[in-house]
Nanobody
Framework: QVHLVESGGGLVQAGGSLRLSCAAS????????MGWFRQAPGKEREFVTA????????YYSDSVKGRFTISRDNPKNTAYLQMNSLKPEDTAVYYC?????????????????WGQGTQVTVSS
């Protein structure tokens, strides 16, 4: 069982930066692949980025590639999403997710645990 809590969201101007954190409970965080998804009002939840626990490989959606960076600190049981050069279209609730599968996972159905989400609002 893994319990996830996101933090770090807020209001930022276009071009600014935010760093989201995802704190995980449990003793085996290092054996969980982590992902970030987001959901804008009226839209489906979409994949943002993921990191594999087994290889450390990462994968990004085209919309955030080059601007966002996923990382993890296993001793702190925390995953991060560094978001730079933010755009108004990045406005959404951001969710972290965890899966015991070792691959880089981009599908919602591949994740077993989800956080409650944190709001990110980018003003123009």
């Amino acid at each position: 069982q893994v319990h996830l809590v996101e933090s770090g969201g807020g209001l930022v101007q276009a071009g600014g930066s935010l760093r989201l954190s995802c704190a995980a409970s449990g003793r085996t965080f290092s054996r969980y692949s982590m992902g970030w998804f987001r959901q804008a009002p009226g839209k489906e939840r979409e994949f943002v980025t993921a990191i594999s626990w087994s290889t450390g490989s990462t994968y990004y959606s085209d919309s955030v590639k080059g601007r966002f960076t996923i990382s993890r600190d296993n001793p702190k049981n925390t995953a991060y999403l560094q978001m730079n050069s933010l755009k108004p279209e990045d406005t959404a609730v951001y969710y972290c997710a965890a899966s015991p599968r070792g691959n880089v996972l981009s599908q919602r159905a591949e994740y077993d645990y989800w956080g409650q989400g944190t709001q990110v609002t980018v003003s123009s």
